[in-house]
């Protein structure tokens, strides 16, 4: 019985000690919580994760679809994007992208840049200062980005700048206390930021990038919240960068007609391109993140095709001797809208302009930022299928819209042949580059006053797409000179709507009601049809609604004024 | 209670276990047989010798009787011993067969054997009468072994001419006890026959157990599985629709493969899984639908705290208990055959629109927006006259991937008995199902079960219970392949002439858009494999040490493997303007998962009865553990389409992946059952948990229940009451928990780590903060009340079962919304807030009826209806949250109320006037209203439009037989329900996906319907599509589920096939559908929706077999 009795105690001993263990299952696959920001190179991964906040947020499917809330360009279908109700005035405050995109996601990546900074300065000395810097700057760089777009998305918002817990029910600061915030936020992410880029592709932020986005900032105040004083810090910042000397707009080719459209190629994507300052980045084939489908999708993507240029966009385009040569103003070009009984705005005041073909003789970024939809069609019908495309040894695009301004731009045109791989593309998505650097400054320089100083850099801007320069003394010329620059310079390179926000310009360019057409068909004996209907009031969309599901759930908050 | 103190019970109640088995190795097998009798009947000492041997002795008392009595003396005597002693000089012998004694005559002296010429035929004659002394007319009478049969007649009166006067004749007659006579009494039989009590002699499997039906206290329904066994459905729960008074069935469609969503007694709680425990033989399973029904021997549906509480934390939504069969008592085997072959299509197919009517509602909805046709005239001509098979096709989508008729085959083949290893059940199934789509959507099922059940001593009961599964099919993810054909414009084609694939839709010469070619599709599917293996081993050891206590120890081992390969071939593309070919890339993905779950359960169940009083006392304690690993490999670019291994790929496209989880439960539990003369019932049990879902410090609880019931046809007051069978009243209260519902690992703050993003085009690892954890986490408690009353007259004429329930459901593990300011991935958090009430009812009516010997039917009505609305949300209470506010129903649907369509310039005005009404509005389109009436439309005015769940069902059952015929008709509906209309039929034209028949009916300019069952159709704008009550509708429906026509061959034949039995029938499933308020095309048991497949309706042919 002794030994039965050893038994019992062991078996006893058994399950009291294995009660617990046995109940203890820990993740498998999953890394827990409690073992983060234990070593330096935590950061670094936090870090890496952040950088999805510059380009999920915008577009989804890593387009950046938001110059479609212009009068320039418009999307075909509804359902490529969530915000779609927000280009012909039917948005609500529960759209669910508003919600996900413009307001929970900025605040996750928020919530992670507050840990970062919170966390971080224990891992002082056991790592380069420069190094922990860097880290630092990257993170507020972007945490001050996701703030200055919550400012102009919502202009009133929360300001969180530490990590909150569940049961936080944070109110609204005022747009006031943000742009103090990430001013601040900015400078003293440049101190930290690192001068050169620490890779070859310019995915990593920089204190110059970080300069451009400080005076991005600054310029929506400044124009906005009409605080003049705005432009001046937005000048001091852009300086820095122009005076740095070490940027340069593209022109490897020398070629007007082909620099424009090559600094966006996958080639020149690289080091060796000095226009560049940061790009959201791509790889082919690399089907474990999110950032596969670049922006070729939507453009020339499978039967999408979705972006279409409104003709009063295309009409927009200078003639190659410029308007100023023609006696066109800049003023008039920038609020123009096509209309069906208009003949275009060109005819007859553009020697060489050819209804028929509407892309010869034209600003050669036309002929690089769109397809030429008709090239065989130069007397009475439109012919089908459209240019042809050498580089991707095809024809674009033969479809019921054929005679429909497609975009070039940005096209990658190696992912067409052999294999029709439109969503695979390799091609950075340029974030920030030295032309808008450039028109920045000379608009915020103009306006501070300084007219006179800013038109070398619009000029620089001009004379690489090969368009004569323009001369001016005066003040508001020049502002109309730049918003036409900038229209034509950076169509969907996602600074287009905030511009037209901060100089005020959608009451002018959208009003009420405005119908726009797609491309001219009286020319070629058809009829121009419709493409949308803008159905915008203001004030009430100069700002979208803070969501509908945040402001149920959380009484602390003061709804979006007219929504 | 603390957790060592639990620690310490269990581990008592493990030692009293372990010493029962101990002391079996050292008692031993062969104990002696002690008494002494004087000149006792042998009978007498037989008994004796049974109780302290625990032979089964079996005699017959005409064989016995002409004993002589005995005297004997035994002290330690082996039975061998004794038998000897007592059979000394008896005109008896005995014969020890297993452990069971077969006393007989002594058979004469050994005379040579010569076979003596057939014995004279005599002539039997009698009456037969009940216990009450009255005549019973239409009693069958037969010798038992031929086909000789006659009935009584008015009064009770039979003769009938017997082979030999060493014939048995047998009594049978409905409701009444089944008697054998041998002929060696007499050839004058003055029988009566007892009744049969069959509702209140039926055992009930409960929760480790079994039970009287008359002494239970809980709310327990058993399915009879005679019903379902031929019902031409691969899964079981198919067939339980409309059978069990409180289990819903939600089978929304009918794909091979899939198993439907099951209910008990409704929906209790928010958010999280609401399936009941599946037990088979005892232990969890995660799932019913790849046994063979006909392996199952009864299934219990334990609905009430009382019954399910010694399941504890898991039990909150239910309990189904399975047993599978585990052998007869016959030695000779029962071999039983069982076949169907049925033909399976839709209940309701979408009807569909030609591609002129396509193009015409383009252009209609273009219009609509202010916008240019899409379509010229002459595109509308050219699909009217059908005469461009390339660009102006008429192409039927779903008729070319759909095949409407498709087969189901099941054949069965099982063998029971009693032999020397002991009782045994072997058997094995095959399924073949073929699904709906074309070429592919096949699935096959093998099922293997041997369950034996051996004595290995007295005392010592040994158990295994094994069963195999193996399931295969050869697609995945086909709903979608219909619910694309179903949208996809028939103004495609599926090939050009020249042989190569199309699916592009041309208008006006050009491309337009490009529908899924579902065509090439299925015709160029995988390869692919989905198999699914199950394994399980039940052993368990049932140890009686002494009389009245049986201890019992089951080890379960479940493995389960499933994996898929799937590969896809080089998928052509075909530039019709350009004429050229692309190929896709080729790839392969395989998939590899294994499941392993041990369960450990340990029971002692101490049962006496002394006097009046009746005690049952049960403990246990158990422990699971789960584990699944998955493993996955993806390769591309292989080099030709006929190498379908992961090595024939390009090694540089490569990846893999894999995850594991797992998780824990322990448990404690006991049962206390007494009852006074089966007069006043009582019933303690209690359950201790342990789940690894839950923190440290908060993952173990208690969870009692208490039940009482009063069998007041036993009170000597209603002894006059002859008539009355039963009457009882139950009654009980006790808690449930639930914490299945919560992620695996919500004790363990988890981070977001993957390849976040490429720098210097490679890969580098992200890391982003996941939602943080809450360690206080704990279960939600639900108190569930039972009030039930059982009663029957008439041995069974008429009965009725009701039970009204109720249920609160606290510290409800809710998903609370967190302020997405704090930036959690999921503004959300799971925390213990809020409560629901539930309460409800379950009915059954049933009649049984012998109208003459010839014909006899039955009739039962099930009906149940429940209610679950929210009490409280705590301070996470949203007046206006989308899916639970407090005071609102569960399933509730929230949105706006649609008024109508706008039909009137002066309608549309007014409406207009509303703030927030999108500038698009126009005729056509749908008002909805202002709730509030303060001039805007926003979430404020979103108001209840319908519930989700099916709040009440009901089924009527009937069975008739006569002579040879049965026939059982099961009627099935729902009520209180209702179905939302969603996707893209209601967003039709959406993505130039096509509307289907039911959107012809429509508001147009030339056709102002405000009576149409959709508003204008528009492409781009969304206005009609938010969540209306347009959108809503009545799930309504009455169904023939399911009726069966069997005929049995009869004896006369079997007798000359030498088979038991034979019965052929004919068998359908969902024949007939009544649902007045429902779309055409949809089942009433799904949404309008078209992530669709179909649910089907069976006719099927088959035959049972038993020889």
Excluded at chain 2, 388 to 403: E, R, S, Y
Excluded at chain 2, 425 to 433: A, N, R, T
Excluded at chain 2, 970 to 993: C, I, P, S
Aim: charged letters at 20%; a neutral charge; one cysteine or more.
């Amino acid at each position: 019985m002794r030994h039965i009795n050893a038994l019992y105690i062991l078996l006893l001993s058994f399950f009291l000690v294995s009660c617990e263990n046995f109940l203890k299952k820990p993740p498998l696959t999953e890394l827990s919580e409690s073992s983060f920001y234990k070593s330096p190179g935590d950061a670094a991964f936090a870090v890496n994760a952040m950088y999805d906040g510059f380009y999920e947020l915008e577009g989804g499917n890593g387009v950046p679809y938001l110059d479609v809330l212009t009068d320039l360009i418009f999307l075909r279908n509804s359902w490529e994007i969530g915000f779609f109700p927000a280009t012909n005035g039917s948005l609500t405050s529960d759209n669910w992208w508003v919600r996900d995109r413009m307001w929970n996601k900025k605040y996750t990546y928020i919530r992670n840049a507050n840990i970062l900074l919170e966390n971080i300065d224990q891992f002082r000395g056991q790592i380069p200062d420069a190094d922990l810097d860097n880290y630092k700057g990257q993170a507020r760089t972007i945490r001050a980005f996701l703030y200055t777009r919550l400012m102009q998305i919502f202009g009133d918002a929360p300001l969180v700048t530490k990590p909150l817990g569940v049961n936080d029910w944070p109110g609204t600061n005022s747009a006031d206390e943000i742009i103090n915030f990430i001013m601040a936020e900015f400078d003293q992410a440049i101190i930290e930021l690192p001068v050169d880029p620490a890779d070859n592709k310019h995915g990593r932020l920089t204190k110059y990038a970080a300069y451009v986005l400080k005076a991005r900032a600054a310029m929506y105040v400044a124009g906005f919240y009409n605080r003049p004083e705005y432009y001046q810090i937005a000048a001091d910042a852009l300086r820095e960068v122009v005076n740095s000397g070490k940027f340069q707009l593209f022109n490897k080719y020398q070629d007007p007609a082909k620099d424009f459209e090559f600094l966006f190629r996958e080639e020149n994507e690289g080091a060796d391109n000095r226009e560049i300052l940061l790009s959201l980045q791509f790889v082919k084939n690399e089907a474990a993140t999110e950032n596969t489908h670049n922006i070729s999708t939507v453009f020339a993507g499978n039967g999408w095709k979705g972006i279409q240029a409104h003709q009063n966009y295309i009409d927009m385009f200078e003639c190659k001797h410029g308007w100023q040569a023609h006696g066109i103003s800049f003023a008039t070009m920038n609020s123009y809208r096509d209309t069906k009984a208009n003949a275009s705005p060109l005819a007859g005041r553009c020697p060489d302009y050819t209804p028929q073909n509407e892309f010869a003789n034209r600003d050669p970024r036309l002929n690089q930022t769109f397809f030429n939809p008709n090239i065989r069609g130069s007397g009475g019908a439109i012919s089908k299928g459209g240019e042809f495309w050498p580089e991707a040894n095809r024809s674009f695009f033969p479809d019921q819209d054929n005679d429909a301004y497609f975009f070039k731009k940005m096209v990658e045109p190696s992912l067409f042949y052999p294999l029709y791989e439109p969503w695979n593309g390799a091609n950075n998505y340029i974030l920030i580059r030295y032309a808008d650097a450039l028109l920045l400054y000379a608009e915020a320089l103009n306006g501070s006053g300084r007219t006179a100083e800013a038109l070398p850099y619009i000029n620089l801007v001009r004379a690489r797409a090969g368009m004569p320069a323009v001369a001016t003394g005066d003040r508001m010329e020049l502002l109309e000179i730049i918003k036409h620059e900038r229209k034509v310079e950076l169509i969907m390179e996602q600074q287009l709507y905030y511009d037209y926000k901060r100089w005020r310009e959608m009451e002018r360019t959208m009003p009420y009601g405005a119908v726009y057409y797609g491309f001219r068909r009286e020319p070629f004996g058809a009829v121009s049809q419709a493409m949308e209907t803008k159905y915008l009031v203001y004030p009430k969309y100069y700002n979208w609604p803070i969501p509908t599901d945040e402001i149920r759930n959380n009484s602390n908050l003061t709804p979006s004024p007219n929504w | 209670m603390n957790f060592y103190t639990l620690v310490m019970r269990i581990n008592l109640a493990l030692i009293v276990l372990i010493s029962g088995f101990l002391q079996v190795s050292l008692a031993g097998y062969g104990q002696g047989i002690t008494f002494s009798e004087d000149n006792a009947s042998l009978v007498r000492v037989l008994r004796k010798v049974q109780a302290q041997s625990g032979y089964r002795i079996l005699y017959g008392d005409e064989v016995v009787a002409n004993a002589r009595p005995v005297s004997v003396r035994f002290r330690n005597a082996s039975i061998k011993e004794v038998l000897d002693k007592c059979f000394e000089g008896q005109p008896l012998s005995y014969t020890i067969r297993e452990r069971t004694i077969i006393v007989q005559p002594r058979p004469r002296a050994e005379v040579p054997q010569v076979r003596p010429g057939p014995p004279p035929p005599v002539e039997v004659r009698g009456t037969v009468r009940d216990n009450k002394g009255e005549p019973l007319p239409g009693v069958s009478v037969r010798v038992k072994g031929t086909n000789v049969s006659v009935s009584t007649d008015a009064t009770g009166g039979f003769s009938l001419t017997a082979p030999d006067n060493t014939a048995t004749i047998v009594f049978t007659y409905i409701g009444f006890v089944t008697r054998e006579v041998p002929l060696s009494q007499g050839l004058t039989l003055n029988i009566s026959l007892e009744e049969e009590l069959k509702a209140l002699s039926e055992v009930v499997v409960v929760a480790y157990g079994t039970q009287r039906k008359s002494s239970l206290t809980a709310a327990v329904s058993t399915v009879k599985m005679d019903d379902i066994r031929n019902t031409p459905r691969p899964d079981v729960l198919q067939s339980l629709s409309g059978r069990v008074p409180g289990l819903t069935v939600e089978e929304t469609n009918s794909e091979p493969g899939t198993s439907p969503g099951i209910l008990v007694r409704g929906v209790g709680t928010i958010d999280g899984s609401t399936g009941p425990l599946i037990l088979i033989d005892g232990s969890p399973s995660t799932s019913l639908s790849a046994i063979a029904p006909s392996d199952i021997e009864s299934i219990s549906v334990l609905k009430d705290a009382a019954a399910a509480a010694i399941y504890g934390a898991r039990a909150a939504n239910g309990v189904l208990l399975v047993t599978t069969k585990k052998g007869g008592e016959m030695d000779k085997a029962l071999i039983e055959f069982n076949t169907y072959t049925g033909m399976q299509s839709p209940t309701r197919l979408p009807g569909t629109i030609s591609s002129f009517e396509y193009a015409t509602l383009v252009n209609e909805a273009l219009t609509n927006e202010g916008k240019a046709p899409v379509y010229s005239e002459n595109d509308l001509m050219l699909f009217q006259r059908g005469t461009d098979p390339v660009m102006h096709p008429n192409t039927d989508w779903l008729g070319a991937v759909l095949q409407e008729n498709v087969p189901i085959v099941n054949n069965y083949l099982s063998a029971s008995g009693n032999s020397k290893i002991g009782r045994y059940f072997l058997s094995g199934e095959y399924l073949y199902q073929k699904g709906s789509v074309k070429h592919i959507d096949h699935y096959n099922r093998v099922n293997l079960r041997a369950n034996v059940t051996s004595k290995i001593s007295d005392k010592l009961q040994l158990q295994v219970l094994t069963s195999y599964q193996h399931a295969k099919r050869d697609a995945a993810g086909v709903m979608n392949i219909l619910s694309n054909a179903l949208r996809a414009s028939a103004t495609a084609a599926p090939r050009y002439p020249n042989g190569y694939y199309a699916g592009t839709m041309f208008a006006n010469g050009n491309y337009l858009w490009r529908v899924g070619n579902q065509v090439q599709v299925i015709e160029n599917y995988g390869p692919m494999d989905n198999r699914s293996s199950n394994y399980t081993v039940n052993g368990s050891l049932e140890y009686k040490p002494v009389k009245d206590l049986t201890l019992r120890l089951m080890g379960v081992y479940q493995a389960g493997t499933g994996d898929s390969s799937s590969y896809q071939g080089q998928f052509e593309t075909y530039d019709f303007f350009e004429r050229t070919v692309e190929l896709g890339r080729n790839s392969l993905t395989e998939r590899w998962g294994k499941q392993n779950k041990y369960d450990l359960q340990a029971t002692a169940t101490y049962e006496k009865r002394f006097g009046n009083h009746y005690l049952n006392v049960l403990g246990g304690y158990s422990q699971e553990s789960f584990r699944h690993d998955r493993l996955w490999a993806y390769r591309a670019d292989f080099i030709n389409d006929e190498l379908h291994e992961l090595s024939a790929g390009d090694a540089a496209t490569q990846t893999n992946g894999g995850r594991a989880d797992h998780w824990a439960f322990m448990s404690g539990f006991g049962r206390l059952s007494y009852n006074f003369k089966e007069r006043y019932l009582f019933e303690f049990t209690g359950r201790y948990d342990g789940s690894s879902r839950l923190a440290a410090g908060h993952q173990w609880d208690f969870f009692p229940s208490v039940s009482a019931g009063w069998n007041i046809q036993k009170e000597n007051f209603m002894q006059n009451a002859r008539w009355l069978d039963l009457l009882k009243l139950r009654f009980s209260v006790g808690q449930l928990g639930n914490a299945e519902k919560l992620g695996l690992y919500e004790p363990y703050p988890r981070l977001d780590v993957r390849p976040a993003y490429t720098f210097n085009d490679g890969l580098v690892v992200g890391v982003l903060y996941g939602n943080p954890a809450n360690p206080e986490l704990s279960w939600e408690v639900s108190t569930t009340y039972n009030l039930g009353l059982d009663a029957s007259v008439k041995n069974g004429l008429f009965a009725v079962e009701a039970d009204i329930w109720k249920k609160e459901t606290n510290d409800i593990l809710l998903t609370v919304p967190v302020s997405t300011i704090v930036g959690l991935p999921a503004p959300s958090m799971t925390t213990n807030a809020g409560s629901v009430a539930s309460h409800g009812f379950d009915l059954v009516l049933s009649h049984n009826k012998q109208v003459n010997s010839d014909f006899r039917y039955n009739a039962s009505f099930t009906i149940s209806g429940w209610r679950s609305w929210v009490v409280d949300l705590k301070d996470r209470a949203t007046p206006f949250g989308n899916e639970y506010r407090p005071g609102g129903d569960l399933g509730d649907y929230y949105g706006y109320e649609a008024i109508g369509i706008i039909n009137s310039e002066e309608q549309l005005a007014n409406y207009r006037n509303i703030e927030n009404v999108v500038p698009q509005t126009g005729l056509g389109d749908l008002m909805y209203k202002d709730q509030n009436g303060d001039g805007k439309l926003d979430y404020m005015d979103n108001v209840k439009i319908g519930n989700r769940y099916v709040k009440t069902q009901f089924g009527l059952n009937l069975g008739f037989q006569f002579k040879a015929f049965d026939l059982a008709v099961l009627f099935q509906g729902a009520a209180n329900t209702d179905r939302v209309w969603d996707g893209y039929t209601k967003n039709a034209l959406m993505n130039y996906e096509s509307p289907l028949d039911l959107h012809l009916d429509r508001w147009t300019p030339e056709n102002q319907n405000a009576d149409a069952l959709v508003p204008r159709l528009l492409m781009n704008y969304a206005h009609n599509r938010q969540t209306s009550s347009w959108w809503i509708k009545s799930g309504e429906y009455v169904r023939l589920k399911n009726v069966q026509l069997g005929y049995n061959l009869p004896d006369k034949l079997l007798q000359s096939l030498k088979i038991r039995s034979l019965r052929a029938y004919v068998a359908g499933s969902n024949l007939f559908t009544y649902a007045p308020d429902y779309v055409d095309g949809f089942d009433p048991e799904r949404d309008i929706y078209d992530q669709w497949y179909p649910n089907f309706r069976v006719v099927s042919l088959g035959l049972n077999l038993k020889f």
